[in-house]
């Protein structure tokens, strides 16, 4: 039991510094582990060496919802005394087949817990058995539930830990014949899933940038940017107009900042944006009498209160920057605006990410 929690910390402690692979709308996954099973609501003192593990292939509809076959090996061991008082040691080996439904509680996250049930089938053998009356192997049924946590790995890797109940159809998991009910037990797993035939990425959860790679400043195609955002720009807006090199007037009152981005899920600024707040320093100094509002957008992917927060978040720390550069704070007011007046199509990755951007509203 000890070398099993210490297996799982470990993984856990892997899972903790690497960060989430890309979620997809639909998905196959084929899974492998160990687990720990140990009997409960029997009439035998339960032990400490038991063992099992287990294969499965789990299809999931959506971010939420999947179903999951499982098949696996359980060995458990318990004692009992007989009429002499001695000690006998007796052994359940147990196959075991489940279908499980599946439902992912927070479905875009690195770690995501969710929760199980189902129905299955069992054959188990029994050794030592204290009843005579029932044959030492035989098949059943069973029912459970559990809870369980995905910690996602790179690419369509993710370990998988999980606890469940297993409640048989009859009493003789343990090797005694009881009219009290229904013998039970419950299992702790660890072990890992891959992902495969993966559908398209989810409008859920927005997409994560590559693990381990970092942007810096003179990796950002500027002339790119611009031209996406000429591209990009609502046909009725006829002043286009680049006050700084990645500075863009869209309107008489209203500027966007081409290049202001942010990591993925945060309001943590990437390295290319601070040379585009610079020029914006720059253009505040030289009209020292403006005012403005900085506003800030999400893309459509997420929550509406979610994205809400998120871009009322970035807005304030544009402002952040801008006043330890020391424009004065009584400049500069920030307001959200989440995934309202989209500027791009938001079924593309360049409108996405022109939809998520920055603005200055010129307050006269």
Known sequence: MKKMYLLITLLLL?????????IAKDSWAFGFGFHYPRFIGVQVTPTHSNYGGYLSLQRNFSE??????????????????????????ESTNLISGDLDFMFYLIPCEPVSPYLFGG????????????????????????????????????????IATEFGFHSTSNSELDGFL???GNDSYWNVSVGVNYFFGLGKPSKLCEPCPPS????SIKDVDYNRIEDMIVKHIPKEVTKEVVVERYIKAISDDR?????????FDKSDLLPESYS????????????????????????YIGTKEYNQELSVQRAQTVKNY??????????LTTVGYGKSNPIADNETEEGRAMNRRIVFRIIK
Not at 14 to 22: E, H, T
Not at 73 to 84: I, Q
Not at 212 to 215: A, E, L, S
């Open 14 to 22: 892997v899972a903790s510094g690497i960060s989430q692979a890309q």
């Open 64 to 89: 939420h919802f999947g179903l999951r076959l499982k098949g696996g090996f359980s060995h458990m061991e318990g004692t009992w005394v007989n009429p002499v008082f001695a000690t006998i040691t």
């Open 119 to 158: 129905v299955g089938g069992t054959y188990r053998m029994l050794t030592n058995k204290a009843t005579a009356s029932f044959d030492d192997n035989s098949s059943g049924a069973e029912w459970n539930f559990g809870l369980g946590v995905d910690w996602a790995l790179q690419n369509n890797w993710k």
């Open 178 to 180: 009881s009219p009290n």
């Open 212 to 215: 381990g790679v970092t942007q």
């Open 255 to 263: 500027l966007v900042l081409i290049g202001v981005n942010f990591a």
């Open 276 to 299: 585009v707040l610079d020029e914006a320093v720059k253009l505040l100094n030289n009209k020292p009498n403006v005012y403005v509002e900085i506003e800030g957008y999400c893309d």
């Open 322 to 331: 801008l006043v330890s550069k020391g424009i004065a704070e009584n400049r």
